[in-house]
């Protein structure tokens, strides 16, 4: 039996920490010297794989973490600091090297994991899951249906960056780096915070 509103309490949570408009920026730097079809391709991959994650840590994820005695701090601490260096990298304009050139397959990092299912995601569908042990179908229908909605707000990444032109694309590469190094920083105070201070 389907739960309608934690699946829709499942749906808003997941679109918006998973912030698909937020990301496209990001994407279109990632993607940076892809064809179209190429960059469909990343697009497709990354929300597959990013899809999968949420939903295997939505029902296993606890567990994993207790196994390994893995705290959900040091989740966000590690975390932070990798998009810090993404942050970095983008106001240093290293990200200018369009990356199908190096050899690297960005649709899994950091494009899926930490981007799309990062660990504000990860452990919003755990707790959802955990607070929710009648209605897991519910919660899963929602964490599907928020993904496919943002997935199609990501495949229209190129139309974006037609309509802002390369002067565009680089003020917001910028100042999209210095937001996302005060998110990292944000991510991993929050974990040290968690580890330390609690």
Request: overall charge negative; proline content about 4%.
């Amino acid at each position: 039996m389907v739960d309608l509103s934690i699946l829709i309490k499942t749906f808003v949570a997941v679109f918006v920490l998973v912030d698909a408009l937020g990301n496209v920026p990001i994407l279109l730097v990632l993607t940076k010297g892809m064809e179209p079809e190429e960059r469909h391709n990343v697009v497709d991959r990354a929300m597959t794989i990013a899809t999968s994650v949420l939903l295997a840590f939505a029902f296993a994820g606890q567990w994993v973490l207790k196994y390994l005695d893995i705290s959900m701090g040091s989740l966000r601490v590690a975390g932070g600091l990798l998009l810090l260096i993404i942050a970095l990298r983008m106001l240093e304009g290293e990200m200018d090297t369009p990356m199908v050139e190096q050899g690297r397959d960005v649709a899994i990092t950091p494009l899926a994991l930490p981007l799309l299912a990062g660990p504000g995601t990860l452990t919003t569908v755990m707790l959802l899951m955990s607070e929710s042990p009648t209605a897991h179908l519910s919660v899963v229908i929602g964490i599907v249906a928020a993904m496919l909605v943002s997935w199609l707000i990501v495949r229209l990444a190129g139309r974006i960056d037609a309509w802002i032109g390369p002067e565009g694309a680089l003020i917001i590469i910028k100042l999209l780096g210095f937001l996302l190094a005060a998110l990292a920083v944000e991510i991993g105070s929050a974990g040290i915070r968690e580890l330390f201070l609690s």
